[in-house]
Structure formats: C-alpha cells, structure tokens
C-alpha cells in the first residue's frame, strides 16, 4: 500500500479526536475497505456483503469482532444488524433472506487483546442500546446480557471509538439520529429485552381495538384496559397507572416507573394527582407483566377481566 491509498478525515470521539484513514484494499470504494485510527486499537473492515466468504479468509477463528450488518441506500427499509463473534461465526445467519443485494458488512477488529469475551459483548450491547434509544430500526430479536447493561467507564471509550469508526465507513445511522433525535422512544425496558415495552404503532392503534380481545383490569379503582392480539399484550393509552405515593415497589418496578415518566409515557391524572395515567399505548409481553406494571402489586393474568363484545372497544387515545 501507498500514501496514494489513504482517504483521511478527521473524526471526534468523546474526550479527544483522532484521523481515520480508509484503504481502499481492492483499489477501489466499492470494494473491501479497511478504515482505521491512528488513535485508537480498532479497526473496520467494509465490504458488500455479498462477499463475506472474503471476510473470513481475514479473520481467525479465535478473534472476538463486533459487526454492524445494514443497507446504506436511502431508499431501504432494511433493519440493522449489531451481533459479535468469532471467526467461525455464520455472520447474518439469522437474518435468512432478509438481505438485499446493495447491504454491506461492517466488521470492527482490534489490535492484540483488546476484543475478548467481554469487551466484545459489550461493545455489541452499547451499540444496540444507543440505536434502540435513537430508534433506529434493528432486525435483533432480544438484546443481549439478560437483567441488564451495567456501564463500564473501562469500555466507554471503544464505544466512542467504535461509532466513530463506522460513521467514517458509512454506517451513519447513529450519526444522523443523534442530529434530530426522537421525541418519543419506540421502545424502553429496565432490562435487555428491547421488547419489554413497545410503542403502539398508528396501525396498531386501529387494528388492536378491531381484531383484538378486549380486557379490563380487576383491581380496586385503577381503570386499566387491554387487548391479547398477535400473541402480544397490548395497554392502551388512558389506564391508570399505580398510584405514585407506593413505596412498596420491586426494584425493577420502580426503575420501570422512574423511566417511564422520564420518557413521559406516564403522567398526572386529570383525576387525582396521586395516580398516574398512561399517555403512550404500548404491547408487551403478557397478561402478567402488564398487571404488575400498572398496578404495582404481585398480581397475574386472572386479574384481567374479558369484556364483553358488545360493550364498545375503548379508545386509544390518552386524555388530554
């Protein structure tokens, strides 16, 4: 390789900036590229992923990689990827056919012993979790390290350096979400499951109360309704929500609630000013967990009660 070979740009990451170069390993942009720092130990390595027989022949099988699976066109409505693994992992495997002939592959490698069965998981888990708060699309079905992510100030900054990179390789999600971000998060959980609780679509909003069983919450004076609807448990906007001077909450109830007025899905009552009401429908994954949530007790899914057809399906909308 050349200095005829280097593209740089000067790039920022939290606490210091740093050059990145691109080689262009093909000679060309469409081809397999490698951009690194000379600031940092990571590296990534592009190219289409239609070529990724070509990856591995790079990577042994023992390094740790974290990898970044996307369609940069404009017009598609591809979701991302974020996984990690080693050189024998199948990368994309359990995105079946979803892949389309333009997506590119971005894998970010690191110099010695940086990338390990920790920092590597970790480094995949900070990313999804900053692109399910920006809500950018992920294909990901669960997020990993379970009950939760405890932020480690050792890693943060091969978090930085990690976005950084893929922004100057062209993975420019997080970038241009973080220009304008969302008003409203798509999804929040007090744990990895980044389908603990989501966001009623407008399409849900219609079909839900149309096509779903109708339920009301049997607990004292909470008025709380739901749908059972394509094995989700839907909450609508309205309920009730746990009266907030409990203070016999479960630890992850009451980081539930804390979030949840933080991302004002939750707010005051017209009513009382001691009980809460949900301002944003979401689904979740039962009868129980969403019985827990609002009412703040160890209840299950007996509490919900079948309202019957012809009693008119409740709105959708919170009250203003």
């Keep these: 390789m050349t200095q005829s070979d280097f593209s740089t740009a000067p790039t920022s990451t939290p606490g210091r900036g740093f050059t990145a170069a691109t080689v262009f390993v093909d000679g060309s942009p469409t081809g397999m590229r490698l951009v690194k720092s ?3 130990r990571l590296s990534i390595l592009v190219l289409p992923f239609a070529e990724i027989a070509r990856l591995k022949e790079r990577l042994s099988p023992w390094d740790y990689v974290v990898y970044v699976i996307d369609d940069p066109m404009p017009t598609s409505d591809q979701k991302s990827y974020i996984g990690h693994g080693d050189g024998e992992r ?3 495997d359990r995105l ?3 892949i389309s002939a333009t997506t590119q592959i971005y894998v970010i490698i690191a110099d ?10 970790y480094v995949e888990g900070r990313l999804i979790e900053i692109c399910t708060h920006l809500n950018i699309p992920l294909a990901n079905s669960g997020r990993p390290f379970g009950r939760g992510l405890r932020i480690a100030d050792d890693f943060e900054q091969l ?3 990690a976005q950084a990179l893929l922004s100057v390789a062209g993975f420019t999600r997080i970038e241009m979400a973080r220009k304008e971000p969302p008003a409203l998060r798509h999804r929040i959980s007090v744990t990895m499951d980044r389908s603990e609780m989501v966001a009623m679509t407008e399409e849900e909003k219609v079909v839900v ?13 909470l008025r709380a309704v739901g749908y059972i609807w394509n094995n989700r448990f839907y909450v609508m906007a309205g309920s009730d929500y746990a009266r907030r001077s409990r203070s016999d909450l479960s630890y992850d109830h009451q980081r539930r609630r804390d979030l949840l007025e933080i991302e004002k899905w939750v707010g005051p009552s017209s009513g009382t000013s001691d009980k809460l009401t949900l301002k944003v429908g979401f689904h979740c994954r039962g ?10 007790e160890q209840i299950d899914k007996d509490s919900w009660l079948v309202i019957e057809p012809t009693v008119a399906a409740p709105t959708c909308e919170a009250p203003e």
């Design 38 to 40: 000379f600031g940092s």
């Design 90 to 92: 199948d990368f994309g």
């Design 96 to 98: 079946g056919n979803a």
């Design 112 to 121: 010695g012993d940086t990338f390990n069965k920790v920092t590597a998981p």
């Design 159 to 161: 978090v930085g350096h």
């Design 209 to 221: 109360p149309q096509e779903g069983v109708a339920y009301r919450l049997n607990r004292r004076d």
């Design 287 to 296: 009868a129980s967990f969403a019985a827990k949530l609002l009412s703040g």
